[in-house]
């Protein structure tokens, strides 16, 4: 079993940046492709952009692309989450999450071993 944690979110002005990390621990990190997701109050929770187990394949939400980038180092068991160009409906609890299937799916049923989440909070 895998346990991850992520860590690097805080409150930012609109225009900010801030990089996510999710530290993953257990199975073999470098086997797996993985995403981020999000979710705010009384909402599902949404996907974010994903990597392929390489770091070779990137996946993104559209609303999110040209401004987030992710990234990963296998020798660290780590993935990033660059998020520029932040904007107020960015305000969300980012989790970091291990792909379940062999391809890359982006609805959560596709992904496991949730971290406990790491609060974005963008002001205006």
């Known amino acids: 079993q895998v346990q991850l944690v992520e860590s690097g979110g805080g409150l930012v002005q609109a225009g900010g940046s801030l990089r996510l990390s999710c530290t993953a621990s257990?199975?073999?990190?470098?086997?797996?492709?993985m995403g981020w997701f999000r979710q705010t109050p009384g909402k599902e929770r949404e996907f974010v952009a994903a990597?392929?187990?390489?770091?070779?394949?990137?996946y993104y939400a559209d609303f999110v692309k040209g401004r987030f980038t992710i990234s990963r180092d296998n020798a660290k068991n780590t993935m990033y989450l660059q998020m520029n160009s932040l904007k107020p409906e960015d305000t969300a609890a980012y989790y970091c999450?291990?792909?379940?299937?062999?391809?890359?799916?982006?609805?959560?049923?596709?992904?496991?071993?949730w971290g406990q989440g790491t609060q974005v909070t963008v002001s205006s």
């Open positions: 990597i392929s187990s390489s770091g070779r394949n990137t």
């Open positions: 999450a291990v792909g379940v299937f062999p391809t890359v799916v982006t609805d959560p049923s596709g992904f496991g071993s």
């Open positions: 257990g199975r073999t990190f470098s086997s797996y492709h």
